[in-house]
């Protein structure tokens, strides 16, 4: 009753109202302006340049690499993303690892039950400081989740030029477009995700193509310095005649 009453004043008092992801917006009314958050652009391009380095680290050989980033728990997917990567695995010649990072919840005493057998191919790796050094080392970023707004962890790999293949909740329709920029599944669709993991690994003419697209589109949309543009545009006006500004309809 609290949080209803906060969240119903949240959402009429402000002169302005801001929201991250257009499906947050339109879970609101569709009131209010999106400004999705933003991503330092050059400073996680130099990952890149640690690639092999942590690749030789994490003993990865040839293997195409996945990699999750997230908090590891059932509405992030976790259960979907072991079944479809196991599929996967005995679908194609092609060899694979899975990359889990991520912080635990109640799942991990399970999540390490369930991959005892395939330690070697899946690396539950926990929370580290420095996600996106791993996400540069992997080829495939997969993050299929049950509800989303615009994850941080999807827009950092696509600037890193690491192919995403998502679910296709809140706003990932609005910027994956199948080989384009990334693919979609439907939510908890493990066959669909082992499917498009195992066309996506097979063709790596097709990871890097689609990878240079998704970075390309992040620079231009989502770089840290878009975002603070918007932000300044919205503050600038608000102090101009803030007398003048009344709280949004």
Not at 80 to 97: D, H, M
Not at 155 to 172: F, R
């Amino acid at each position: 009753m609290t949080f209803d009453a906060a969240e119903w004043f949240g959402v009429r008092i402000p002169h302005r109202l801001v929201f991250v992801a257009e499906s947050l917006r339109a879970a609101f009314g569709g009131r209010g302006v999106v400004i999705p958050v933003g991503v330092p652009f050059a400073k996680l391009r130099v990952a890149l340049d640690h690639r092999d380095q942590v690749r030789s680290e994490l003993r990865l050989g040839d293997a195409v690499t996945l990699a999750f980033v997230g908090r590891v728990t059932a509405d992030k997917g976790i259960w979907t993303l072991i079944e479809s990567f196991r599929s996967a695995r005995w679908a194609t010649n092609v060899p694979l690892k899975l990359l889990v990072i991520g912080p635990f919840d109640a799942v991990r005493e399970e999540i390490v039950r369930r991959t005892e057998d395939a330690r070697e191919e899946i690396r539950i790796m926990g929370p580290r400081e420095e996600p996106w050094r791993y996400v540069a080392a992997s080829d495939v970023f997969v993050l299929p989740s049950f509800r989303e707004g615009l994850p941080l962890s999807l827009l950092e790999a696509m600037a890193l030029g690491i192919p995403p293949i998502t679910s296709s909740v809140g706003d990932m329709p609005l910027i994956l477009q199948a080989r384009v920029t990334g693919w979609l599944v439907p939510p908890g669709d493990a066959k669909a995700l082992s499917r498009v993991i195992v066309q996506v690994t097979r063709d790596k003419d097709l990871r890097v193509l689609v990878g240079k697209r998704a970075s390309e589109l992040v620079k231009a949309r989502y770089d840290e310095a878009v975002t603070l543009d918007a932000y300044r545009r919205i503050y600038s006006e608000l102090m101009v005649h803030p007398s003048m500004s009344p709280p949004i309809p």
